[in-house]
Protein backbone atom coordinates (compact mmCIF):
# COMPACT_ATOMS: atom_id res chain seq x y z
CA UNK A 1 0.00 0.00 0.00
CA UNK A 2 1.33 3.35 -1.19
CA UNK A 3 0.91 6.05 1.84
CA UNK A 4 0.38 9.29 0.30
CA UNK A 5 0.65 12.70 1.50
CA UNK A 6 -1.86 15.44 -0.49
CA UNK A 7 -0.69 19.19 -0.19
CA UNK A 8 -3.86 21.70 -1.49
CA UNK A 9 -7.56 21.15 -0.35
CA UNK A 10 -8.90 23.52 -2.10
CA UNK A 11 -11.00 23.52 -5.51
CA UNK A 12 -9.75 19.79 -6.88
CA UNK A 13 -7.61 18.49 -3.41
CA UNK A 14 -10.67 16.50 -2.44
CA UNK A 15 -11.05 15.19 -5.69
CA UNK A 16 -7.81 13.58 -5.58
CA UNK A 17 -8.21 12.17 -1.56
CA UNK A 18 -11.29 11.02 -2.30
CA UNK A 19 -9.42 8.73 -4.94
CA UNK A 20 -6.29 8.05 -3.32
CA UNK A 21 -8.73 6.82 -0.26
CA UNK A 22 -11.13 4.43 -3.01
CA UNK A 23 -8.07 3.11 -4.92
CA UNK A 24 -6.70 -0.06 -3.43
CA UNK A 25 -3.23 0.60 -4.20
CA UNK A 26 -2.83 4.04 -1.82
CA UNK A 27 -3.85 4.93 1.25
CA UNK A 28 -3.82 8.64 2.42
CA UNK A 29 -2.09 9.46 5.80
CA UNK A 30 -1.94 13.51 5.50
CA UNK A 31 -3.66 16.45 4.19
CA UNK A 32 -2.28 20.08 4.38
CA UNK A 33 -4.01 23.09 3.43
CA UNK A 34 -3.50 27.12 4.69
CA UNK A 35 -7.28 27.46 5.14
CA UNK A 36 -7.68 25.52 8.36
CA UNK A 37 -11.55 25.58 7.66
CA UNK A 38 -10.90 23.78 4.43
CA UNK A 39 -8.87 21.59 6.48
CA UNK A 40 -12.14 21.04 8.75
CA UNK A 41 -14.13 19.81 6.28
CA UNK A 42 -11.33 17.28 5.15
CA UNK A 43 -11.38 16.39 9.21
CA UNK A 44 -14.63 15.97 8.75
CA UNK A 45 -15.41 13.27 6.31
CA UNK A 46 -11.81 11.67 6.95
CA UNK A 47 -11.64 11.60 10.69
CA UNK A 48 -8.55 9.43 10.88
CA UNK A 49 -6.75 11.30 8.46
CA UNK A 50 -3.97 13.65 9.76
CA UNK A 51 -4.31 16.89 9.04
CA UNK A 52 -1.64 20.46 9.19
CA UNK A 53 -1.55 23.75 7.72
CA UNK A 54 1.92 23.03 7.30
CA UNK A 55 2.49 21.50 3.78
CA UNK A 56 7.17 20.41 4.91
CA UNK A 57 4.87 18.02 7.86
CA UNK A 58 3.62 16.20 4.96
CA UNK A 59 7.16 15.90 3.15
CA UNK A 60 9.35 15.47 6.20
CA UNK A 61 7.03 12.62 7.44
CA UNK A 62 9.20 9.59 6.48
CA UNK A 63 5.97 7.16 6.67
CA UNK A 64 5.13 8.75 3.39
CA UNK A 65 5.51 7.63 0.33
CA UNK A 66 4.31 9.83 -2.25
CA UNK A 67 3.21 13.63 -1.97
CA UNK A 68 -0.08 14.73 -4.61
CA UNK A 69 0.24 18.61 -4.95
CA UNK A 70 -2.72 20.73 -5.67
CA UNK A 71 -1.90 24.00 -5.16
CA UNK A 72 -1.39 27.23 -7.27
CA UNK A 73 0.87 26.87 -10.14
CA UNK A 74 3.19 29.27 -8.95
CA UNK A 75 3.82 27.22 -6.05
CA UNK A 76 4.40 23.67 -8.02
CA UNK A 77 8.07 24.04 -8.19
CA UNK A 78 8.80 24.61 -4.57
CA UNK A 79 6.49 22.27 -2.81
CA UNK A 80 7.74 19.02 -6.06
CA UNK A 81 11.43 19.94 -5.50
CA UNK A 82 11.20 19.72 -1.63
CA UNK A 83 8.98 16.41 -2.05
CA UNK A 84 11.75 14.83 -4.60
CA UNK A 85 14.82 15.86 -2.28
CA UNK A 86 13.16 14.26 0.81
CA UNK A 87 12.94 11.02 -1.82
CA UNK A 88 8.85 10.73 -2.10
CA UNK A 89 7.01 10.04 -5.49
CA UNK A 90 5.62 12.97 -6.60
CA UNK A 91 1.71 13.30 -8.40
CA UNK A 92 1.54 17.35 -9.57
CA UNK A 93 -1.36 19.16 -10.43
CA UNK A 94 -1.27 20.75 -14.42
CA UNK A 95 0.61 22.46 -15.29
CA UNK A 96 4.06 21.04 -13.67
CA UNK A 97 5.24 24.21 -13.69
CA UNK A 98 5.25 27.72 -14.20
CA UNK A 99 8.54 27.84 -16.28
CA UNK A 100 9.95 24.92 -19.08
CA UNK A 101 13.44 25.66 -16.92
CA UNK A 102 11.66 24.39 -13.58
CA UNK A 103 9.52 21.37 -14.89
CA UNK A 104 13.23 20.48 -16.24
CA UNK A 105 14.84 20.89 -13.45
CA UNK A 106 11.80 18.91 -11.32
CA UNK A 107 12.34 15.94 -14.09
CA UNK A 108 16.09 16.09 -14.15
CA UNK A 109 15.78 15.75 -10.15
CA UNK A 110 13.11 12.82 -10.21
CA UNK A 111 15.56 10.76 -12.95
CA UNK A 112 18.05 11.29 -10.91
CA UNK A 113 16.54 9.70 -7.81
CA UNK A 114 14.86 7.10 -9.29
CA UNK A 115 11.55 9.00 -8.10
CA UNK A 116 8.30 9.02 -10.16
CA UNK A 117 6.93 11.97 -11.17
CA UNK A 118 3.76 12.75 -12.96
CA UNK A 119 1.71 15.33 -13.69
CA UNK A 120 -2.00 15.63 -13.25
CA UNK A 121 -3.44 15.53 -17.12
CA UNK A 122 -6.16 14.18 -16.09
CA UNK A 123 -8.03 14.00 -18.92
CA UNK A 124 -5.81 11.91 -20.71
CA UNK A 125 -7.10 9.25 -18.32
CA UNK A 126 -10.83 9.74 -19.52
CA UNK A 127 -11.98 6.71 -21.22
CA UNK A 128 -12.87 9.06 -24.13
CA UNK A 129 -9.80 10.21 -24.49
CA UNK A 130 -7.91 6.65 -24.19
CA UNK A 131 -10.50 5.58 -27.22
CA UNK A 132 -9.26 8.48 -29.82
CA UNK A 133 -5.83 7.69 -28.85
CA UNK A 134 -6.61 3.89 -29.79
CA UNK A 135 -8.35 5.07 -32.93
CA UNK A 136 -5.71 7.22 -34.00
CA UNK A 137 -2.99 5.34 -33.02
CA UNK A 138 -4.38 1.92 -35.41
CA UNK A 139 -4.81 4.75 -38.35
CA UNK A 140 -8.02 3.72 -37.98
CA UNK A 141 -8.99 7.21 -38.75
CA UNK A 142 -6.48 7.95 -41.89
CA UNK A 143 -4.36 10.94 -41.78
CA UNK A 144 -5.08 13.29 -39.08
CA UNK A 145 -6.10 16.60 -40.80
CA UNK A 146 -6.93 18.83 -38.03
CA UNK A 147 -8.10 19.37 -34.58
CA UNK A 148 -10.40 21.68 -33.47
CA UNK A 149 -11.23 21.97 -30.14
CA UNK A 150 -13.61 24.84 -28.11
CA UNK A 151 -13.02 24.76 -23.99
CA UNK A 152 -15.30 27.56 -22.72
CA UNK A 153 -17.22 28.51 -19.60
CA UNK A 154 -17.82 31.19 -17.29
CA UNK A 155 -15.04 31.10 -14.72
CA UNK A 156 -13.34 30.07 -12.62
CA UNK A 157 -10.75 33.10 -12.97
CA UNK A 158 -7.61 32.21 -11.63
CA UNK A 159 -5.51 34.68 -10.03
CA UNK A 160 -2.14 33.72 -10.74
CA UNK A 161 -2.44 32.02 -14.28
CA UNK A 162 -4.30 33.04 -17.68
CA UNK A 163 -7.07 31.00 -19.54
CA UNK A 164 -4.56 29.36 -21.50
CA UNK A 165 -2.78 27.89 -18.45
CA UNK A 166 -5.73 27.21 -16.97
CA UNK A 167 -7.86 25.58 -20.33
CA UNK A 168 -5.67 25.18 -22.69
CA UNK A 169 -3.35 22.96 -20.81
CA UNK A 170 -5.63 20.14 -21.00
CA UNK A 171 -5.95 20.69 -24.71
CA UNK A 172 -2.42 20.50 -25.62
CA UNK A 173 -1.82 17.41 -23.07
CA UNK A 174 -5.08 15.48 -25.17
CA UNK A 175 -3.22 16.19 -27.99
CA UNK A 176 0.13 15.33 -26.53
CA UNK A 177 -1.52 11.59 -25.82
CA UNK A 178 -3.18 11.14 -29.01
CA UNK A 179 -1.49 12.56 -32.07
CA UNK A 180 1.54 11.24 -33.39
CA UNK A 181 3.33 14.38 -33.77
CA UNK A 182 4.46 17.35 -31.74
CA UNK A 183 3.91 20.87 -33.01
CA UNK A 184 6.33 23.18 -33.68
CA UNK A 185 5.04 26.37 -33.89
CA UNK A 186 2.34 28.31 -31.99
CA UNK A 187 0.36 31.86 -33.05
CA UNK A 188 -1.97 32.96 -29.93
CA UNK A 189 -4.02 36.22 -29.52
CA UNK A 190 -6.15 36.65 -26.03
CA UNK A 191 -7.89 39.54 -24.55
CA UNK A 192 -8.39 40.57 -20.48
CA UNK A 193 -11.42 42.12 -20.09
CA UNK A 194 -11.23 42.89 -16.30
CA UNK A 195 -8.49 45.23 -14.96
CA UNK A 196 -6.07 43.71 -13.41
CA UNK A 197 -6.36 40.32 -13.97
CA UNK A 198 -5.11 38.07 -16.72
CA UNK A 199 -6.22 37.15 -20.07
CA UNK A 200 -9.89 35.63 -19.90
CA UNK A 201 -10.42 35.22 -23.67
CA UNK A 202 -7.61 33.15 -25.82
CA UNK A 203 -7.29 31.63 -29.14
CA UNK A 204 -4.37 29.33 -30.44
CA UNK A 205 -3.27 27.80 -33.75
CA UNK A 206 -0.54 24.76 -33.63
CA UNK A 207 1.60 23.89 -36.15
CA UNK A 208 3.52 20.66 -37.29
CA UNK A 209 5.20 19.67 -39.73
CA UNK A 210 2.93 17.79 -41.67
CA UNK A 211 -0.58 19.12 -42.90
CA UNK A 212 -1.74 18.70 -39.57
CA UNK A 213 -3.11 22.02 -38.11
CA UNK A 214 -4.60 22.71 -34.64
CA UNK A 215 -6.81 25.56 -33.31
CA UNK A 216 -8.00 25.79 -29.30
CA UNK A 217 -10.66 28.64 -28.34
CA UNK A 218 -10.44 28.95 -24.40
CA UNK A 219 -12.68 31.45 -22.74
CA UNK A 220 -13.38 32.17 -19.13
CA UNK A 221 -16.39 34.49 -20.54
CA UNK A 222 -18.89 32.24 -21.81
CA UNK A 223 -22.68 32.39 -21.20
CA UNK A 224 -22.78 28.38 -21.75
CA UNK A 225 -20.24 25.61 -20.42
CA UNK A 226 -19.17 23.83 -23.88
CA UNK A 227 -16.06 21.14 -24.00
CA UNK A 228 -16.24 20.08 -27.37
CA UNK A 229 -13.65 18.69 -29.93
CA UNK A 230 -13.69 17.80 -33.82
CA UNK A 231 -10.78 15.54 -34.89
CA UNK A 232 -10.97 15.70 -38.89
CA UNK A 233 -8.71 12.55 -40.63
CA UNK A 234 -8.83 11.23 -44.47
CA UNK A 235 -10.81 8.28 -43.87
CA UNK A 236 -12.79 9.48 -40.57
CA UNK A 237 -13.93 11.98 -38.31
CA UNK A 238 -14.47 12.44 -34.54
CA UNK A 239 -16.53 14.63 -32.33
CA UNK A 240 -15.91 13.88 -28.70
CA UNK A 241 -18.27 16.14 -26.77
CA UNK A 242 -16.74 15.81 -22.58
CA UNK A 243 -20.47 17.39 -21.47
CA UNK A 244 -22.27 14.14 -23.04
CA UNK A 245 -23.67 11.90 -20.29
CA UNK A 246 -23.53 8.71 -22.99
CA UNK A 247 -22.04 8.61 -26.34
CA UNK A 248 -18.78 10.86 -25.52
CA UNK A 249 -17.28 10.10 -28.92
CA UNK A 250 -18.89 9.40 -32.49
CA UNK A 251 -16.71 8.49 -35.64
CA UNK A 252 -18.48 9.77 -38.88
CA UNK A 253 -17.60 7.71 -41.89
CA UNK A 254 -17.35 11.29 -43.45
CA UNK A 255 -15.32 12.97 -46.02
CA UNK A 256 -13.64 13.94 -49.32
CA UNK A 257 -12.36 11.54 -51.94
CA UNK A 258 -10.24 13.44 -54.33
CA UNK A 259 -10.04 11.57 -57.97
CA UNK A 260 -7.27 12.75 -60.62
CA UNK A 261 -8.47 12.10 -63.93
CA UNK A 262 -5.56 13.44 -65.85
CA UNK A 263 -2.41 13.93 -65.35
CA UNK A 264 -3.14 17.84 -64.50
CA UNK A 265 -3.62 18.77 -60.65
CA UNK A 266 -6.04 21.13 -62.08
CA UNK A 267 -8.54 18.26 -63.10
CA UNK A 268 -8.63 17.00 -59.60
CA UNK A 269 -12.65 16.06 -58.93
CA UNK A 270 -13.31 16.58 -54.48
CA UNK A 271 -16.52 14.06 -53.98
CA UNK A 272 -18.26 13.69 -50.94
CA UNK A 273 -18.55 10.73 -48.82
CA UNK A 274 -21.27 10.52 -46.45
CA UNK A 275 -21.24 6.71 -44.34
CA UNK A 276 -22.53 5.68 -40.87
CA UNK A 277 -21.89 7.13 -37.58
CA UNK A 278 -20.98 4.94 -34.77
CA UNK A 279 -20.09 6.28 -30.98
CA UNK A 280 -17.57 3.52 -29.86
CA UNK A 281 -18.07 1.88 -26.06
CA UNK A 282 -15.80 3.70 -23.84
CA UNK A 283 -14.83 2.70 -20.03
CA UNK A 284 -16.39 5.02 -17.60
CA UNK A 285 -14.22 4.36 -14.87
CA UNK A 286 -13.28 7.61 -13.13
CA UNK A 287 -10.31 9.45 -14.80
CA UNK A 288 -8.41 9.90 -11.83
CA UNK A 289 -8.74 6.61 -10.41
CA UNK A 290 -7.21 5.13 -13.65
CA UNK A 291 -4.57 7.97 -13.20
CA UNK A 292 -3.93 7.07 -9.46
CA UNK A 293 -4.11 3.37 -10.42
CA UNK A 294 -1.19 4.65 -13.11
CA UNK A 295 0.58 6.27 -10.79
CA UNK A 296 1.53 3.39 -8.26
CA UNK A 297 1.60 0.91 -11.10
CA UNK A 298 4.55 3.25 -12.14
CA UNK A 299 6.34 3.51 -8.33
CA UNK A 300 5.97 -0.60 -7.99
CA UNK A 301 7.43 -0.83 -11.57
CA UNK A 302 10.00 2.18 -11.50
CA UNK A 303 8.69 3.33 -15.05
CA UNK A 304 7.97 6.57 -16.20
CA UNK A 305 4.50 7.78 -16.40
CA UNK A 306 1.82 8.09 -19.60
CA UNK A 307 2.08 12.45 -18.20
CA UNK A 308 5.38 12.03 -17.01
CA UNK A 309 8.18 15.09 -16.51
CA UNK A 310 8.82 15.19 -20.53
CA UNK A 311 5.12 15.26 -21.09
CA UNK A 312 4.66 18.09 -18.36
CA UNK A 313 8.04 20.50 -19.91
CA UNK A 314 6.51 20.28 -23.20
CA UNK A 315 2.99 21.24 -22.49
CA UNK A 316 4.53 24.21 -20.22
CA UNK A 317 7.04 25.16 -23.44
CA UNK A 318 3.56 25.27 -25.84
CA UNK A 319 2.23 27.91 -23.12
CA UNK A 320 5.44 29.50 -22.93
CA UNK A 321 5.52 30.18 -26.61
CA UNK A 322 2.01 31.01 -27.10
CA UNK A 323 2.34 33.79 -24.16
CA UNK A 324 4.89 35.37 -25.88
CA UNK A 325 2.88 35.26 -29.18
CA UNK A 326 -0.03 36.64 -27.86
CA UNK A 327 2.05 39.70 -26.42
CA UNK A 328 3.48 40.14 -29.89
CA UNK A 329 -0.14 39.92 -31.54
CA UNK A 330 0.06 36.52 -32.67
CA UNK A 331 3.43 36.50 -34.38
CA UNK A 332 3.96 32.96 -34.84
CA UNK A 333 6.68 31.52 -31.83
CA UNK A 334 8.81 28.38 -32.82
CA UNK A 335 8.47 25.63 -29.76
CA UNK A 336 11.29 23.90 -29.36
CA UNK A 337 11.70 20.13 -29.18
CA UNK A 338 12.22 18.68 -25.45
CA UNK A 339 15.13 16.79 -26.63
CA UNK A 340 16.60 19.83 -26.74
CA UNK A 341 16.22 20.79 -23.28
CA UNK A 342 16.71 17.01 -21.47
Known amino acids: MIKVGVVGYGYWGPNLVRNFVESSETCVLGVS ?18 TTTDAFDLIRDP ?28 LVEKPLADSSDRALRLTEEASRRRLVLMVDHTF ?54 VLKESPLAVSATGMAHVTGKAQDVAFMTLFFGSRLIAHLHVNWLSPV ?18 LENSDKIKVYDKGITLTNTEASLHNILVSY ?10 DN ?15 RQNRI ?10 VVQILEAASRSALERGNPIDVPPVAAAL
Open 33 to 50: DLNSSRLGLAHTRYPYIR
Open 63 to 90: AIDAIAICTPVNSHFELAMAALQAGKHV
Open 124 to 177: VYTGAVRKIRELVQSNALGEIYYYDSVRVNLGLFQHDVDVMWDLAVHDLSIMQS
Open 225 to 242: KVRKTLIGASRKMIVYDD
Open 273 to 282: RTGDMCSPKI
Open 285 to 299: TEALLVEILHFADCI
Open 305 to 314: PLTGGVAGIE
